[in-house]
């Protein structure tokens, strides 16, 4: 059974930094491209970055590109999710997917529960 | 970015009904098109890949059409787990982009 599990949410303060992780099962990590999505509080569904399946590319939405880091470790079957310089509009539930890709199809077959992340002083 | 604009924003539906959600793309998107359900308590699942392609475990009830900017969830029988949150997303251009949701309530 394939889980995707979050955590490393909580509150933090304007500027400041937070990592979050997603520990990843009952699959083969290393073969499927990843990706975090975000959810503002009664907002809807917002993506946010995505990660080859070996780490190599990454992509960003504009708002969030030079300040989040997305990152993998295949070993350890985690995706990663490095916030910095955070900002009140960055608060959301942030959801760990799996991308399934293959041409024509690309959508985020998987989700996990999510983890809240509150930016506020 | 391709702005998806859903109608309609909610929907009262009773069981049984069949009900169709709409998903406007601001350009066209090839059918590059999805559809996901997120339940009350956050839980999310695709639903209709690629416009019209049922996800596995996906009920027969669901189906998607629609071609070039304009696209369509159908549930031709709403049974009680239905009622719940839609969101259409397309994948023909960076940044992948959904629509705002469409809130499917119990009359």
């Known amino acids: 059974e394939v889980q995707l599990v979050e955590s490393g949410g909580g509150l933090v303060q304007p500027g400041r930094s937070m990592k979050l992780s997603c520990a990843a099962s009952g699959f083969t990590f290393s073969s499927f491209p990843m990706a975090w999505v975000r959810q503002a509080p009664t907002k809807g569904l917002e993506w946010v970055a995505t990660i080859s399946t070996s780490g190599g590319s990454t992509y960003y939405r504009d708002s969030v590109k030079g300040r989040f880091t997305i990152s993998r470790d295949n070993a350890k079957s985690t995706l990663y999710l490095q916030m910095n310089s955070l900002r009140s509009e960055d608060t959301a539930t942030y959801y760990c997917?799996?991308?399934?890709?293959?041409?024509?199809?690309?959508?985020?077959?998987?989700w996990g529960p999510g983890t809240m992340v509150t930016v506020s002083s | 970015d391709i702005q998806m604009t859903q109608t309609p924003s909610s929907m009262p539906a009773s069981l049984g009904e069949r009900v169709t959600i709409s998903c406007r793309a601001s350009?066209?998107?090839?059918?590059?098109l999805n559809w996901y359900q997120q339940k009350p308590d956050g839980t999310i699942k695709p639903l209709i890949y690629y416009t019209s392609n049922l996800q596995s475990g996906v009920p027969s009830r669901f189906s998607g059409s629609g071609s070039g900017t304009d696209y369509s969830l159908t549930i031709s029988s709403l049974e009680p787990e239905d009622f719940a949150m839609y969101y259409c997303?397309?994948?023909?251009?960076?940044?992948?982009?959904f629509g705002s949701g469409t809130k499917l309530e119990i009359k």
């Open positions: 350009q066209g998107i090839s059918n590059y």
């Open positions: 997917t799996r991308e399934r890709s293959t041409t024509p199809y690309w959508y985020f077959d998987f």
């Open positions: 997303q397309q994948y023909d251009s960076s940044p992948l982009t």
